[in-house]
């Protein structure tokens, strides 16, 4: 008899995740040891040293690899620590095709320090799969993108793009995070490698940096571990133990995200001081049906333009129960000013080619009660 598979709440609480064999403590400890004691030469319980494994970090990685449908998964320091690490699986002459309109971060690291090791980068609007295929050289290794992309929620069909990479013997890569495991598995629809800052919904509190890579191959699964362990760039327990917490309520997280980012999307789109607004839950989105199909929600990302920089600051001076920040994904609202802050580092020109003005505002949608965030982005939008 088949046992029958769990389903994703359950899977996000039990995944990776056993009592303690020595107390029966229903939580993973904290394993705060650097070294582990040995009974004899190579004789040990399987841990000899906390940058190679550690049990808390183990546990973490199990129940990630359990959401993403991969066979491995390897966490690192941060988001950008895990594009990193995916990157060294990369040698010299080798050729990336990125997402043009991914998170600023990503193209500052290839085009800064990437390139300077002979690793050559093409930006194509992914939007369209025949732009990846056209750009596909002899060299091509990897195709990495973002869907929905940041900060214009522009979609990518990952599986008409998986399809091209793979007659072509390239790997794809997805950033997830933005919609999380819990309303986008990429790995389903053909991906490689799931790639997430942790730091976003799966930590989901906004008080712990971190990145994961999702694997599908055996080499995956040796690369990235070698990785870890040769540079160094792991998570530490304690924040291991954090994402651990924070994925437990993933489930019930992003089904309220989702709720207030539909009415959040609604109040914005009728707003007359909104001139243009960037949901794929609206029907007036360009890929609405392809949000229909390839993701089961749409999120709680928003950006929506206010005419200019000075609107943009009238309004986000006056929020109150949203804060004004970077980053996303966490209980709380966070509202922000892509321009000055996530896209800065593209310079005016690259914002320009991507249609990110100056009047654009960010909203990720928390789960505080959705009218008082209605009645406080209607009350700071008065100030237009
Ligand atoms: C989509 C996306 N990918 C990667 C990153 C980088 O992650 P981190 O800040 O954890 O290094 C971010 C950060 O905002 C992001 O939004």
């Not at 993933?250 to 009728?270: I, P």
């Amino acid at each position: 008899m088949t046992e029958r598979k769990h389903g994703f709440a359950t899977r996000a609480i039990h995944d990776g995740q056993h009592s303690d064999p020595l107390t029966g403590a229903v939580n993973v400890p904290i394993y705060l040891s650097s070294t582990y004691a040995q009974e004899g030469i190579g004789e040990n319980k399987g841990y000899e040293y906390s940058r190679v494994s550690n049990p808390t970090r183990d546990a973490l990685e199990a129940n990630l690899a359990s959401l993403e449908g991969g066979t491995s998964a390897h966490v690192f320091a941060s988001g950008m620590a895990a594009i990193t690490a995916m990157i060294t699986m990369l040698r010299t002459g080798d050729h990336v095709i990125c997402g043009e309109n991914v998170y600023g971060g990503t193209p500052r690291l290839f085009n800064q320090i990437i390139s300077r090791y002979g690793i050559e980068f093409s930006y194509v609007d992914s939007s369209n799969p025949e732009n990846v295929r056209s750009a596909i050289q002899p060299n091509t290794k990897l195709v990495h993108i973002e869907t929905p992309t940041n900060p214009l929620m522009t979609l990518t069909d990952i599986r008409a793009v998986a399809d091209i990479c793979h007659e072509r013997g390239v790997e794809l890569a997805v950033d997830n995070t933005f919609m999380s495991p819990y309303f986008q598995r990429p790995i389903e629809l053909g991906a490689d490698i799931v790639m997430h800052s942790t730091t976003k919904f799966l930590n989901g509190h906004s008080d712990g940096l971190g990145g994961v890579l999702i694997g599908t191959k055996p080499e995956h699964k040796e690369n990235f571990a070698f990785v870890q362990k040769c540079t160094g760039g792991i998570l530490s327990p304690f924040e291991c133990w954090m994402i651990l917490r924070g994925v437990k309520t993933l489930a019930v997280r992003m089904k309220q995200h989702d709720e207030s980012g539909r009415k959040v999307a609604a109040f914005l789109a009728g707003h007359k001081k909104v001139s243009k607004i960037f949901y794929p839950g609206l029907p007036s989105h360009p890929q609405h049906e392809l949000a229909k199909k390839q993701m089961t929600g749409f999120g709680a990302l928003i950006s929506f333009e206010t005419g200019s920089l000075a609107n943009a600051n009238a309004m986000l001076k006056r929020v109150k129960v949203c804060t004004l920040g970077e980053s996303l994904g966490g209980v709380e609202t966070l509202i922000s000013h892509p321009a000055t802050m996530t896209h800065a580092a593209i310079g005016a020109e690259a914002r320009a080619q991507l249609g990110i003005t100056d009047g654009l505002v960010r909203i990720s949608v928390g789960i505080e009660d959705v009218d008082d965030l209605i009645a406080d982005l209607d009350q700071a939008l008065s100030a237009i």
